[in-house]
């Protein structure tokens, strides 16, 4: 599904070094955790992933179901199954969430050749998974994202996963920010769309996420590299002695 | 006059003076209204077209703009100027509504709803006639307008155009639109519209002014007075075409407790000029003004309005949204005025642009005069791009650049389209506003 090969990014503007040599698989049906320090660019690798042109890969590769991604534009990327749910959902004042959703959705759609969707059977699967995440449909009468809380912002990030129906889906601290119910509501919402063709890359600090949602594979990236991969034990050791046997190693 | 100021007139000011001196006896109204042109001529002569060393024009340099001026366009017949509206098209083809024609800057009773408007309450008849009826002071306009060059230059050749008035208290079913439309020979226009709402009434009128070539030189003025307690809706489109140029001035004078909203949606012309000079006359009256401009290749668009707080207890609100691509050039110049008695003014000015390419430029000058000391006046003007983040979330999400772009521009918009709050309005806007973003290189 993905293969980051040798990849090294820096930052377009600066040229600051910040991926240096991240390898990665990660097979249909598989949910891979990435963890590591503040800083280490977790946030950067999902950017980069998404097709953001604030940074420049200057070698190795991205292939998606055995294509490289690098040339696509990041439109082009999510038509082909790419979602990032982004570690802070922006507000688009004056785009309605309704509009944005149905444009966005038909865009992907006629990208892949399929029909676009009646107003009827789109207003139909926007009720369902909005229920299924305890959105109401007051929020989405607003601009999007405009003046929801931070746990509502991700919440909504995870209706549009939903809604678009990704392959890939790179989930960038969706925890942080999520209270205790809405945490499980969250991880509920990505268990259901958990599937043998549906892979998943979730960023996290914590370990509580990866109680909802179990991973196959443990990462620890640090300073732009991963220097431990393991099962979801990996995790729990983490949480119990944090990063320092690890971070060492990177240096 | 100083003979020597002839040395330095253009051509197309030599042309004007010309125009002048040969349609001025068969120019409409009575002695009074002869002298008022005359006076107005004279300022004319002192001072020519306006120019960028005429601090209210200083970004739209008329006098360098007109290299000539065409002839003042004749009244056509009504079969002629029924085809030139009908290749114009429509902005609002859909709604039903009545409809007064005015072509080249005549008006055509014929082409226009004029009985069904009798019905409602509403008399129109033509400009020379009521200039014939009512004299001089027919052209009286606000104190903050009458110093204007073009407002001055409408008056020396106003001499067609219409006069409507709506009857106290009545409440129109139906929106007016005032159609403008210019034909496929440049001609010169000089057209005044006079709408005056009684007190109580309530009405929305749309004002639309299209065609033209190359070449046409449009100077309308629309002289709106709202009567105490109206609810007054003037929405204007300017759609002409690229080659035209078009000064088009609005006036506004509230009555006590009047509330009226003055919409202005500029994309059309090569160069134009929306003008607006609102007045309070009575307290507790309300303007909103709203402005909606894009623009793109070379043209040249300025929005520039005075609001003048004459009396205690008015509030005043301004929202103007300009698009600027290309090298495109978008002018904004706004100005309250608050008078020394003019206590418990609210006024709040607003003015936003938002430049789509490296070329594309804006200038903005947004003026507070406040005289009174129990006001609250504000003014806000700020320039900027399309945000790259914003942009990448919706690309992220499978919306193509171009959408992705348009989404942006409408959510840009957004603010002043919603505050026009007529549903019909709002849908031959954004029709417009969408097909001036889809019809983008
Ligand atoms: N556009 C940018 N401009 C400047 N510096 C950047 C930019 N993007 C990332 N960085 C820097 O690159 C490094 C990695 O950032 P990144 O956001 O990927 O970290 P992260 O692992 O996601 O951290 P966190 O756990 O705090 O979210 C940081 O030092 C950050 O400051
Ligand atoms: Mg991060």
Redesign the pocket.
Known sequence: MLEIKNLHAR????G?E?LRGVNLTVKPGEVHAIM????????????ILAGKT??EVTDGDILYNGESLLELSPDERAAAGMFLAF?YPIEIPGVATMTFLKTALNAQRKARGEDELTTPEFMRRVKEKAAELQITMDMLKRPLNVGFSGGEKKRSEILQMALLEPSLCVL??TDSGLDIDALKVVSDGVNALRSPERSFLV?T?YQRLLDHIVPDVVHV?SR?RIVKTGDKDLALELEKNGYADYVGAAA | MNMELRTLETKAEAVLAEAYETVRDALPGGASVAKLRAEAFDAFRATGLPHRRVEEWKYSDLRARLKDVPAFAAKRSDADAEAVVASAGEAYEAVERHRLVIVDGHYHPELSDVAALAGEGVTVRPFAEALAAEGGTLLDLPVVARDDAAVGLNAIFCADGLDMMIADGAKLTKPVEIVHVSGAEAASTAERILIRAGAKSEAVILQTFVGGVEGTFSNTLTDIRAGKGSGLTVARLQAEAAGTTHIATATLTLAEEAHAKLICAGVGSGFARHQSFVAFEGENARADLLGITMVRDRQHVDQTLVVDHAVPHCESREIFKTVVDDGAKGVFQGKIIVRPHAQKTDGQMMTQSLLLSENADMSLKPELEIFADDVQCAHGATSGQIDEDLLFYLRARGIPEKEARTLLVLAFLSEAVEEIKDEIVIEAFENRIRSWLSAEE
Do not use: C, R, V
Request: glycine residues 14%; negative net charge; proline residues 4%.
């Open positions: 930052i377009a503007d600066d600051t910040i590591g320090p503040n800083g280490s660019g977790k946030s950067t690798l999902s950017y604030d940074y570690q960038d601290e960023i600090h990236l732009g």
